[in-house]
Nanobody, 125 residues
């Protein structure tokens, strides 16, 4: 199982970025896929999760600005981020979550999940 996140960068406030998480070694029937982020000096937090059946979940504060989606043919999960704010700055990670259970709904991970390397997002003028 491998996940590789990319697409981060420097963007002005109000701008947009699309992060990609290319996956291999499993199918989307096996796992949910989630995005997490960690800002400097802060704990990691859940951003969004996409279940195998297509259900999506978002941290309340990000609803309406972020959208998670996937392209099965490309084995890629995306995170479209719009109207970015300086507080969105951080390292963004994608990870697998169990297909069943509540952890995708709660966007909760643990160290036994599979993680990609992070991609840095910096929102600054």
């Amino acid at each position: 199982v491998q996940l590789q996140a990319s697409g981060g960068g420097l963007v002005h406030p109000g701008g947009s970025l699309r992060l990609s998480c290319v996956t291999s070694g499993f199918t989307y029937d096996d796992y949910s896929i989630a995005w997490f982020r960690q800002a400097p000096g802060k704990e990691r937090e859940g951003v969004s999760c996409l279940k195998a059946n297509g259900d999506t979940f978002y941290t309340d504060s990000l609803k309406g600005r972020f959208t998670i989606s996937r392209d099965n043919a490309k084995s890629t999960v995306y995170l479209q981020m719009n109207s970015l704010k300086p507080e969105d700055t951080g390292v963004y990670y994608c990870a697998t979550l169990p297909r069943y259970g509540s952890r995708c709904h709660l966007i909760q991970a643990d160290e036994n999940d599979y993680w990609g390397q992070g991609t840095q997002v910096t929102v600054s003028s």
